[in-house]
Nanobody, 129 residues
Framework: QLPLVESGGGLVQSGGSLRLSCVVS????????VGWFRQAPGKEREGVTC????????YYSDSVRGRFTMSRINEKYTIYLEMNSLQPDDTALYYC??????????????????????WGQGTQVTVSS
């Protein structure tokens, strides 16, 4: 069983909304940093949002701040990404990730994919204009 499984992607029109889910297995959510990344064709994988290892550490990229919201329900071992006002530039394969090797104690650390050691397989989000 994969430790991270995403769902909820799909095709949506510009201005629409989607909610992504990521179910975690094998470790407790509240002990580790978790985040969402995305990768568009021909581009580097970039950080979208992240909860650091300690409460209060949150990262949102400039491109999604104010439109996307990350949340988690520890008891359900699930993290969510609520995406509103979607634009064609948001089209990408979205991954959830977890950092279980080292604590991520700043937003800067959260933004770097190299700090994450567990990855899901991704869910495709396509926004049409």
């Amino acid at each position: 069983q994969l430790p991270l499984v995403e769902s909820g992607g799909g095709l949506v029109q510009s201005g629409g909304s989607l909610r992504l889910s990521c179910v975690v297995s094998g470790f407790a959510l509240n002990y580790y940093a978790v985040g969402w990344f995305r990768q568009a064709p021909g581009k580097e994988r970039e950080g979208v949002t992240c909860f650091g290892t300690r409460d209060g550490i949150t990262y949102y990229s400039d491109s999604v701040r104010g439109r996307f919201t990350m949340s988690r329900i520890n008891e359900k071992y699930t993290i969510y990404l609520e995406m509103n006002s979607l634009q064609p530039d948001d089209t990408a394969l979205y991954y959830c990730a977890a950092a279980t090797v080292r604590p991520l104690q700043s937003a800067t650390m959260c933004a770097r994919r190299q700090n994450f050691n567990f990855w899901g397989q991704g869910t495709q989000v396509t926004v049409s204009s």
